[in-house]
């Protein structure tokens, strides 16, 4: 029995050893490359979040939120902010957003163009749905594994394997939003000779913004929710002290820092809900010189012409 498994047992995990070999060994050099460039841009995220003071931070999120929505998400967002503050997990929470930044921005930059190619050639779309298939459905520590062998240990793996597992989501909602626009509107823009890339700039992409910013909202939270594991693999952030609270049952610990990721990602959900919304139009308002209609005049057409037929004098 033994060796009949053996005989029809497929060495996949060795292919995939080998496959990660071929890359390190050929193209080690593209890595390298690729893991300094993360490690630029995470150290200025970082920089951006961590230099300024507490309050600074605050004001700046505050503003956005009352931009985007209105002053009810600026008070919450100070007071989830005063939260984070409160249970001193500050400085982890900033690393932590610096890390789920970078990885949001790099994923939004691969999912919005892929998207929009597979929902523009049927034969992309194709291709690409069984592999967003695999990363959405593959466990998000298998990730980590190549990328601690390509990258080593520090916040560069953690920052590929968010990309990896946060990405799925942008493609499809992005496909799924420039697929769901009107043909009509389309066919319109074609009457009039706009060329398809002005139908994609000033068309298309206006319509599938809703579903488009689902998307990017959907790689944020995927991207706090790895947070957590990429800590595994020596990223900082909040993840750290959830894993020490692991390792020693600190129940305060653990409950402190998991919130502190709940807060973050409860305000960079709204936020970006509110961006993708629909802004609702302006009522136009009447000039305050304008006399209102009366009913009459309204209900009975050619009833003032009759009026002023009744007052003008005959003529003999």
């Not at 047992?9 to 050929?26: A, C």
Request: a neutral charge; hydrophobic letters at 60%; zero cysteines.
């Amino acid at each position: 029995m033994d060796a009949f498994e053996d005989a029809i047992r497929l060495p996949i995990g060795q292919w995939v050893r080998s496959f990660v070999d071929f890359l390190k060994d050929y193209l080690g050099g593209l890595f390298d490359v690729i893991a300094t460039a993360f490690t630029a841009i995470y150290d200025v995220a970082a920089w951006i979040f961590t230099t300024p003071p507490f309050w600074a931070i605050i004001i700046v999120f505050a503003a956005l939120a009352w931009f985007v929505k209105g002053w009810k998400l600026a008070v919450g967002t100070v007071i989830g902010f005063g939260l984070v503050l409160a249970v001193d997990q500050w400085e982890n929470a900033m690393l932590t957003l610096a890390l789920t930044v970078v990885a949001v921005l790099i994923a939004t930059i691969i999912a919005v163009p892929l998207g929009i190619w597979a929902a523009r050639s049927q034969t992309v779309s194709s291709i690409v749905r069984p592999v967003l298939d695999f990363l959405q459905t593959m466990p998000a520590f298998v990730y980590l594994l190549p990328a601690i062998f390509l990258f080593s240990v520090g916040v560069v793996p953690g920052i590929v394997a968010t990309i990896l597992f946060a990405v799925a989501p942008g493609v499809r909602l992005t496909e799924l939003g420039i697929r769901g626009v009107d043909a009509e509107v389309v066919e319109a823009g074609q009457a009039f000779g706009a060329t398809p890339g002005r139908i994609l700039r000033q068309i298309q992409l206006p319509l599938a913004l809703p579903s488009i910013m689902a998307g990017v909202n959907q790689i944020i939270m995927l991207s706090l929710s790895m947070s957590v594991i990429a800590s595994m693999v020596g990223a900082p952030g909040l993840g750290r002290p959830i894993v020490q609270a692991l390792s020693s049952v600190n129940i305060p610990l653990g409950f402190e820092a998991g919130l502190a990721v709940v807060v973050i990602a409860m305000i960079l959900d709204r936020i970006t809900g509110a961006l993708g919304a629909p802004r609702r139009p302006r009522r136009a308002v009447a000039p305050a010189s304008a006399a209102p209609a009366t009913p009459a005049a309204s209900a009975t057409p050619g009833a003032e012409t009759a009026a002023s037929a009744e007052k003008t004098p005959a003529t003999v």
